[in-house]
C-alpha cells in the first residue's frame, strides 16, 4: 500500500489504545424517508458530529495533517471522513450493524467486514480496532465504562490507579481534580502505549480535554485535536452509504 494509506491505518491502530466506554442504549430509527428528496433521519437523542485535525507523525520526525469528521449513532451505525491537503478525500469509513467498509480512494483500495472490531485479522497493517470505544472517545468518554480498581497511590499531585477492566485487561491511569490525565496500557509487543489528556474545555455544555496525544514507547506518534462537537444532530440517508467503484480492489488483492 502506499505511504497515505499507511498514515490512515496508524490512526485506526491508534484510536484502539483509548479504551473508551462500552455499550449503552440508543434511541429508535426514524420512519421511511425519500432519500432522493434529500430528507434526514431523525436524531437519536445521543447522535454527534465530531470535527478534528489528526496530526501523525513519522518515525523521522515529519508531521502529516489531516482534517477528519465522525458521524456517530453509538451502537448503530458510524462514518468517518477523512481529508487532506487541498480538500482531498483520503478515506472514508461506514459501520453498520450489518457490516462495515472502508475506501482509500486516493489509492483505489477497500476493504470489508463485519462485527464490531473494524480491520484486518492477524494483518498489522490494519490492526482490528473496537468501532464502540473509538466514537466514545469523542463524547469524553476516556475510561472503560466496567473496571474494578486494585490500588492506587499519590504522585506529583496525581493519584495514579492500577486497575481490571471487565475483560480482565490491565491498565493504569493518572488522575488529579477529578480529570483523567493519562492511560497507560502495555501493547502486544510489551512496550507501553500512553495516551494523554489535555486542554480540558466545554464542548457543548459537556467537559472533555480537546487534546489527544497517544504515545508508544516514550515517543508521540498521534495527536488528535477537537474543534467541534455536535450533539442530537440528524443525518442525511446519505451519510450512511458508502459506494465502492468496481474498479477499486480489496487489500492485500
Same mark, same amino acid.
Given at each position: 500500500?502506499?505511504?497515505?494509506?499507511? @498514515?490512515?491505518?496508524?490512526?485506526?491502530?491508534?484510536?484502539?489504545?483509548?479504551?473508551?466506554?462500552?455499550?449503552?442504549?440508543?434511541?429508535?430509527?426514524?420512519?421511511?424517508?425519500?432519500?432522493?428528496?434529500?430528507?434526514?433521519?431523525?436524531?437519536?437523542?445521543?447522535?454527534?458530529?465530531?470535527?478534528?485535525?489528526?496530526?501523525?507523525?513519522?518515525?523521522?520526525?515529519?508531521?502529516?495533517?489531516?482534517?477528519?469528521?465522525?458521524?456517530?449513532?453509538?451502537?448503530?451505525?458510524?462514518?468517518?471522513?477523512?481529508?487532506?491537503?487541498?480538500?482531498?478525500?483520503?478515506?472514508?469509513?461506514?459501520?453498520?450493524?450489518?457490516?462495515?467498509?472502508?475506501? @482509500?480512494?486516493?489509492? $483505489?483500495?477497500?476493504? $470489508?467486514?463485519?462485527?464490531?472490531?473494524?480491520?484486518?485479522?492477524?494483518?498489522?497493517?490494519?490492526?482490528?480496532?473496537?468501532?464502540?470505544?473509538?466514537?466514545?472517545?469523542?463524547?469524553?468518554?476516556?475510561?472503560?465504562?466496567?473496571?474494578?480498581?486494585?490500588?492506587?497511590?499519590?504522585?506529583?499531585?496525581?493519584?495514579?490507579?492500577?486497575?481490571?477492566?471487565?475483560?480482565?485487561?490491565?491498565?493504569?491511569?493518572?488522575?488529579?481534580?477529578?480529570?483523567?490525565?493519562?492511560?497507560?496500557?502495555?501493547?502486544?509487543?510489551?512496550?507501553?502505549?500512553?495516551?494523554?489528556?489535555?486542554?480540558?474545555?466545554?464542548?457543548?455544555?459537556?467537559?472533555?480535554?480537546?487534546?489527544?496525544?497517544?504515545?508508544?514507547?516514550?515517543?508521540?506518534?498521534?495527536?488528535?485535536?477537537? $474543534?467541534?462537537?455536535?450533539?442530537? $444532530?440528524?443525518?442525511?440517508?446519505?451519510?450512511?452509504?458508502?459506494?465502492?467503484?468496481?474498479?477499486?480492489?480489496?487489500?492485500?488483492?
Amino acid at each position: 500500500m502506499k505511504k497515505t494509506s499507511t @498514515f490512515i491505518l496508524i490512526f485506526f491502530a491508534a484510536l484502539l489504545l483509548a479504551g473508551c466506554a462500552g455499550s449503552r442504549g440508543v434511541s429508535g430509527n426514524a420512519g421511511a424517508c425519500d432519500a432522493s428528496a434529500g430528507c434526514v433521519q431523525e436524531a437519536p437523542l445521543d447522535s454527534l458530529r465530531a470535527k478534528f485535525l489528526l496530526n501523525i507523525t513519522q518515525e523521522n520526525g515529519d508531521v502529516q495533517e489531516f482534517d477528519a469528521v465522525l458521524f456517530s449513532v453509538p451502537e448503530k451505525r458510524y462514518r468517518l471522513e477523512l481529508t487532506g491537503p487541498l480538500g482531498i478525500g483520503v478515506a472514508s469509513m461506514l459501520w453498520t450493524e450489518s457490516g462495515w467498509q472502508m475506501v @482509500f480512494p486516493t489509492e $483505489k483500495l477497500y476493504v $470489508k467486514g463485519n462485527g464490531y472490531m473494524v480491520g484486518l485479522l492477524n494483518d498489522n497493517t490494519l490492526p482490528l480496532v473496537h468501532i464502540h470505544q473509538v466514537a466514545a472517545l469523542f463524547d469524553g468518554k476516556l475510561l472503560p465504562e466496567r473496571f474494578e480498581k486494585e490500588c492506587s497511590m499519590d504522585s506529583a499531585g496525581v493519584t495514579v490507579v492500577k486497575a481490571k477492566e471487565s475483560t480482565g485487561r490491565l491498565f493504569t491511569y493518572g488522575e488529579k481534580d477529578g480529570r483523567v490525565q493519562w492511560l497507560l496500557r502495555q501493547g502486544r509487543d510489551g512496550k507501553p502505549e500512553k495516551i494523554v489528556f489535555s486542554d480540558v474545555g466545554t464542548l457543548e455544555g459537556r467537559e472533555m480535554p480537546k487534546n489527544i496525544r497517544f504515545e508508544r514507547d516514550g515517543k508521540p506518534f498521534l495527536e488528535i485535536r477537537i $474543534k467541534k462537537v455536535t450533539r442530537g $444532530k440528524s443525518f442525511s440517508l446519505g451519510t450512511w452509504r458508502l459506494n465502492i467503484p468496481k474498479s477499486y480492489k480489496a487489500v492485500g488483492e
